[in-house]
């Protein structure tokens, strides 16, 4: 920042660290740009059952494609034996190359009829 | 030598600087969302004509008047870099990063705001100190044979962009803008555009702002530098707008609109925040 006079080993610090976040972005962008096969967004979504609810979930989605999905929409079907004896539907605005979110369900009123929850659809943009 | 207090407080000016230039843009959740939907060939595109506009804006306006090219490239890196290891700290003291997220999402995100707010930190470490020199002498040493007038006219156009940079970055990424465009009529639009060029021929040539033009009204003149002011600010717009992708997929008519409604925060920013930019000093 200071250029008249000789740099202060301050100066000379921050420079030498500005040059390695400079040159670490740049490569990592360039290394981005190469091995980025732009694949579509592919969701994976597993189902947990939470022990302290008593008909309530921890869903977990996954985005292991290489493009962001923008406003996922995903239906869940509650089945007990197979019937479906309920539905409820979640939004996320995006979900990131390689990164997890979490969302926690609970139904009321079923009276215990809650044995599992099966993924009805997943909708989502390409940004 | 210089002192490392005497840099501390250098560097202690261009952060403030650029939080004030950029806060707006970091808590904006489209700036967010930009910094994982973009693809890397746009950011690395941003890094690029970040850094050049560092170095016009470091070489042309700097407060030093007897720098090398060198010195202007070493002073372009060290405002990168103290505005990444700044903009990382703060997303994460907001709660925008944790170490949970992957890799391209914390890049991402720190990257699209790194650059808005190393331009703030060049500017607040040139402008909010007091030991500025005056605006003329920046590049004498880089090139020394240019006109005067040749030199002026640059510093002019690096000190538009910049300054419509500044302005328009806090609102292109954000939903609004397509909005306002989809939703004037005609009529909102062509009075924006007059508006537009209304607001620079007053703030240029009629304000009285310290650095704007006092005594010197030929028409001629007024009308080549305002229609090089808008169009620079119109320019800045369009390729914010087709950076954060408000381009994609929409009709030539409401791109027109978005870049119309952003020019305003754009000719500002080329005109008054020019005046700005150069003379606090």
């Known amino acids: ?127 | 030598m210089r002192s490392s207090s005497q840099s501390l407080k250098e560097y202690g000016r261009g952060i403030i600087g650029g939080l004030i230039f950029s806060l707006p843009i970091i808590y904006t959740m489209e700036m967010w969302w930009a910094g994982f939907t973009l693809p890397p060939e746009k950011l690395l595109l941003n890094v690029v004509v970040t850094y050049l506009l560092l170095l016009g804006y470091n070489n042309f306006c700097g407060i030093h008047h007897d720098h090398t090219f060198w010195d202007v490239c070493r002073e372009s890196v060290e405002e990168i870099g103290i505005a990444f290891l700044a903009t990382f700290l703060f997303l994460w003291l907001i709660g925008r990063l944790d170490l949970s997220m992957s890799i391209s999402e914390m890049a991402g995100k720190t990257i699209v705001e790194t650059m808005i707010v190393a331009i703030g930190i060049s500017v607040g470490t040139e402008q909010l100190g007091t030991g500025g020199g005056n605006d003329q002498g920046g590049s004498e040493a880089v090139n020394p044979g240019k006109s005067h007038q040749d030199r002026e006219f640059i510093t002019m156009l690096v000190l538009s962009v910049c300054g419509s940079v500044l302005f328009i970055a806090p609102v292109a990424a954000t939903e609004e803008i397509l909005i306002i465009g989809i939703e004037s009529s005609n009529v909102q639009l062509l009075i924006m555009v007059l508006l537009s060029v209304l607001l620079a021929v007053v703030t240029i040539f009629f304000s009285d702002f310290r650095g704007s033009v006092d005594g010197d009204r030929d028409f001629l003149k007024m009308v080549s530098h305002t229609v090089t002011v808008y169009l620079i600010s119109l320019l800045v717009a369009f390729v914010f707008l087709w950076f954060y992708g408000n381009t994609n997929g929409f009709s030539a008519q409401i791109i027109i609109s978005q870049v119309i409604v952003l020019g305003i925060p754009g000719i500002l920013g080329a005109s008054a925040g020019r005046l700005l930019l150069r003379s606090i000093k």
Do not use: W
Request: glycine share 8%; aromatic share 10%; charged share 25%.
């Open chain 1, 1 to 127: 920042m200071g250029t008249q006079e000789k740099p202060s080993s301050l100066e000379n610090a921050v420079f030498y660290v500005g040059l390695l976040v400079f040159m670490g972005l740049v490569g990592y962008l360039v290394f981005q740009i190469f091995s980025n096969d732009a694949l579509p967004a592919d969701l994976t979504v597993h189902f947990e059952r939470l022990p302290e609810e008593e008909c309530g979930f921890e869903v977990r989605v996954f985005n292991k494609g290489e493009t962001t999905a923008e406003a996922i929409d995903i239906v869940m079907d509650l089945e007990q034996s197979g019937e479906k004896v309920g539905e409820i539907e979640a939004q996320i605005d995006y979900l990131p190359i390689q990164s997890e979110r979490r969302l926690r369900v609970k139904f009321e009123n079923t009276n215990g009829r809650c044995d599992s929850l099966v993924l009805s659809s997943v909708v989502f943009m390409e940004p």
